[in-house]
């Protein structure tokens, strides 16, 4: 691992501290689980975010377990369970815990966490997502949320303050995706492992310090030595979410003798390939880049045929040689479409190979998970 990613890693897990000192100083705290509830909006209302995405771990899924059912991603179990376990560092102090309302399994948690009297906000995002009320309503959405920080911190959303934080929000995608583009070279400077934990560092930072950081990566890199064996297999990740902590997949792979060099994932990066227009209602601007102009995530319908375009795209710009679908256990709906892309990508003579994941990671689990992927790397070298 490069020292960059180790310096990154001890900076953005000090996050929990700095918000805790800025809550004792008065600042409001926002926990969001998405890109659809913007960073944007809450730091230009004055409070500052935390993301909740992390996963990897056995005990979280299974803590909620007496409130929830067990056919539910762990991913969506592990949002309560880190906090019932008492492991999450921000919850018990967060003035505002704000839900991308996309699927009833983030529903069901929502409120079970809204039945254990925490401050839950709930932001509507409809899933059929090409029709225009759907549109309207997830504008209206996001103008109803600025709303309601601004009567969190009682300080007024400005287009100026707004304008300025998309600008940095801007930097930090402009900045990751000069560096996801020399992930397209035959043999990249920084691996996937590497470049998953960067995304993940950026939400935990401040984003002028976000920004000045991927920006000192890039320098450190655009002209470093290759990380892989020369003529490694090419390697998509995609799914529903690498969550943070959660790389277990993406190690085997690389370790393998893989060069993991793309993602293709609906939660725990950042779209750093779209910009927001800093031109017109700035608010809908935010709502257009999330709900249009990027890629539509799984639950959207009907999208599977859009998302096929844009894996297409990736396989071809970066010399895919093959894909690994990393789903989460009762993902049924991720489920039905790693059906069609095992046909699509067949008839492409594209290698597929579908993994799922409960966040069972004992020892007994990692013989068999390694085995099929290296097996999998193997087959295409």
Same mark, same amino acid.
């Given at each position: 691992?490069?020292?960059?990613?180790?310096?990154?890693? =001890?900076?953005?897990?000090?996050?929990?501290?700095?918000?805790?000192?800025?809550?004792? /100083?008065?600042? #409001?705290?926002?926990?969001?689980? /998405?890109?659809?509830? !913007?960073?944007?909006?809450?730091?230009?209302? @004055?409070? $500052?975010?935390?993301?909740?995405?992390?996963?990897?771990?056995?005990?979280? !899924?299974?803590?909620?377990?007496?409130?929830?059912? %067990? &056919?539910?991603?762990?991913?969506?179990?592990?949002?309560?369970?880190?906090?019932?376990? @008492?492991?999450?560092?921000?919850?018990?102090?967060?003035?505002?815990?704000?839900?991308?309302?996309?699927?009833?399994?983030?529903?069901?948690?929502?409120?079970?966490?809204?039945?254990?009297?925490?401050?839950?906000?709930?932001?509507?995002?409809?899933?059929?997502? $090409?029709?225009?009320?759907?549109?309207?309503?997830?504008? +209206?959405?996001?103008?109803?949320?600025?709303?309601?920080?601004?009567?969190?911190?009682?300080?007024?959303?400005?287009?100026?303050?707004?304008?300025?934080?998309?600008?940095?929000? =801007?930097?930090?995608? #402009?900045?990751?995706?000069?560096?996801?583009?020399? %992930?397209?070279?035959?043999?990249?400077?920084?691996?996937?492992?590497?470049?998953?934990?960067? =995304?993940?560092?950026? &939400?935990?930072?401040?984003?002028?310090?976000?920004?000045?950081?991927?920006?000192?990566?890039?320098?450190?890199?655009?002209?470093?030595?290759?990380?892989?064996?020369?003529?490694?297999?090419?390697?998509?990740?995609?799914?529903?979410?690498?969550?943070?902590?959660?790389?277990?997949?993406? +190690?085997?792979?690389? *370790?393998?003798?893989?060069?993991?060099?793309?993602?293709?994932?609906?939660?725990?990066? +950042?779209? &750093?390939?779209?910009?927001?227009?800093?031109?017109?209602?700035?608010?809908?601007?935010?709502? #257009?880049?999330?709900?249009?102009?990027?890629?539509?995530?799984?639950?959207?319908?009907?999208?599977?045929? *859009?998302?096929?375009?844009?894996?297409?795209?990736?396989?071809?710009?970066?010399?895919?040689?093959?894909?690994?679908?990393?789903?989460?256990?009762?993902?049924?709906?991720?489920?039905?479409?790693?059906?069609?892309?095992?046909?699509?990508? @067949?008839?492409?003579?594209?290698?597929?190979?579908?993994?799922?994941?409960?966040?069972?990671?004992?020892?007994?689990?990692?013989?068999?998970?390694?085995?099929?992927?290296?097996?999998?790397?193997?087959?295409?070298?």
């Amino acid at each position: 691992m490069s020292n960059w990613i180790k310096e990154l890693t =001890n900076v953005s897990r000090n996050r929990p501290t700095e918000l805790r000192e800025a809550k004792d /100083g008065g600042v #409001k705290i926002v926990e969001h689980t /998405g890109n659809f509830v !913007p960073e944007e909006l809450i730091y230009a209302a @004055g409070a $500052k975010p935390y993301l909740m995405c992390r996963g990897g771990e056995p005990e979280p !899924p299974e803590s909620p377990l007496a409130y929830l059912l %067990r &056919f539910m991603n762990p991913l969506a179990r592990s949002l309560a369970g880190y906090n019932m376990l @008492g492991l999450d560092p921000v919850t018990p102090f967060a003035d505002m815990i704000a839900f991308q309302e996309t699927d009833c399994q983030v529903g069901r948690v929502s409120e079970l966490m809204e039945y254990q009297k925490l401050p839950v906000y709930k932001l509507g995002v409809p899933s059929d997502w $090409k029709k225009t009320l759907s549109q309207q309503y997830y504008y +209206r959405a996001l103008e109803k949320f600025k709303t309601s920080l601004e009567e969190l911190t009682v300080e007024k959303v400005t287009d100026e303050k707004l304008l300025d934080q998309i600008k940095l929000s =801007n930097r930090i995608n #402009k900045g990751l995706e000069k560096i996801n583009e020399l %992930r397209k070279g035959d043999n990249p400077p920084v691996t996937g492992y590497e470049f998953m934990r960067l =995304n993940h560092c950026t &939400f935990h930072m401040e984003p002028d310090k976000a920004a000045e950081s991927v920006e000192a990566v890039y320098a450190e890199v655009k002209n470093g030595q290759g990380r892989y064996v020369q003529g490694a297999p090419r390697i998509l990740i995609a799914g529903h979410a690498v969550a943070i902590g959660d790389y277990a997949v993406i +190690r085997i792979a690389e *370790d393998s003798g893989a060069m993991v060099v793309s993602e293709m994932m609906d939660e725990g990066i +950042r779209p &750093f390939k779209w910009q927001i227009s800093t031109e017109g209602n700035l608010v809908e601007n935010i709502g #257009k880049r999330n709900y249009l102009t990027k890629f539509p995530p799984n639950i959207f319908q009907p999208a599977w045929k *859009d998302r096929f375009e844009h894996m297409k795209k990736l396989i071809e710009e970066y010399r895919i040689d093959g894909v690994i679908w990393y789903q989460l256990a009762f993902d049924e709906i991720y489920d039905m479409e790693a059906a069609c892309l095992a046909k699509w990508l @067949g008839e492409m003579d594209v290698p597929f190979m579908k993994m799922e994941s409960s966040y069972e990671y004992s020892r007994e689990s990692m013989g068999p998970l390694e085995t099929r992927i290296e097996s999998f790397i193997h087959s295409i070298k």
